[in-house]
T-cell receptor, first 115, second 113 residues
Framework: DTAVSQTPKYLVTQMGNDKSIKCEQN?????MYWYKQDSKKFLKIMFS???????INETVPNRFSPKSPDKAHLNLHINSLELGDSAVYFC??????????????FGPGTRLTVL | GNSVTQMEGPVTLSEEAFLTINCTYT??????LFWYVQYPGEGLQLLLK?????DKGSNKGFEATYRKETTSFHLEKGSVQVSDSAVYFC????????????FGRGTSLIVHP
């Protein structure tokens, strides 16, 4: 009965590779997010989708491309991985922003290590 | 823009000590305020929240009161346990027509037996 799930949990790869992280939520939420957490635990929002439509796109390199095939899924594809991309990536979901959609439900995270 | 400032950690306490983690914010209007907790190796989870001035959020012995006059939302617990060791994040949303969530930098709490 996992609410927000992510795969994989760990991802180790070489610089220059392309990788994807998948996220699924079974809470019936319309809004999903990707966050990046660095080694000092600082949490930065990257993207947000509402019902498959991009609504938040913070200053993120073009190498990062989110894709939402349906409102229960939000995947993150990263091209040409760099050392600085090493971090923990969290997926989250909530009710629609502005409609009582304040509480965020987070996935367990994907630890990405770029060698 | 919106911002959330938390005291820097780590905060190190002995079991049964009193805990305060300070949080102040800058925002327009009347945002909702939150505390999230992140246990080692896990994602964040909501600990408590308050949606209007003078509201007190509480959960698992933790409390925080929404103070509009001091723009603060300090987290307190009367007697911490080793199992409370985690990173605590103060956050806000719903300010100035923007619902983009804003998180503080997190405060690590370490509780020794």
């Amino acid at each position: 009965d996992t609410a927000v799930s992510q795969t994989p949990k760990y991802l180790v790869t070489q610089m220059g590779n392309d990788k994807s992280i998948k996220c699924e939520q079974n809470l019936g939420h319309d809004t999903m997010y990707w966050y990046k957490q660095d080694s000092k635990k600082f949490l930065k929002i990257m993207f947000s989708y509402n019902n498959k439509e991009l609504i938040i796109n913070e200053t993120v390199p073009n190498r990062f491309s989110p894709k939402s095939p349906d409102k229960a899924h939000l995947n993150l594809h990263i091209n040409s991985l760099e050392l600085g991309d090493s971090a923990v990536y969290f997926c989250a979901s909530s009710q629609p922003l502005g409609q009582g959609g304040d509480e965020q439900f987070f996935g367990p995270g994907t630890r990405l290590t770029v060698l | 823009g919106n911002s959330v400032t938390q005291m820097e950690g780590p905060v190190t306490l002995s079991e049964e000590a009193f805990l305060t983690i300070n949080c102040t914010y800058t925002a327009t209007g009347y945002p909702s305020l939150f505390w999230y907790v992140q246990y080692p190796g896990e994602g964040l989870q909501l600990l408590l929240k308050a949606t209007k001035a003078d509201d007190k959020g509480s959960n698992k012995g933790f409390e925080a009161t929404y103070r509009k006059e001091t723009t603060s939302f300090h987290l307190e617990k009367g007697s911490v346990q080793v199992s409370d060791s985690a990173v605590y994040f103060c956050a806000l949303s719903g300010s100035g027509g923007s619902y983009i969530p804003t998180f503080g930098r997190g405060t690590s709490l370490i509780v020794h037996p």
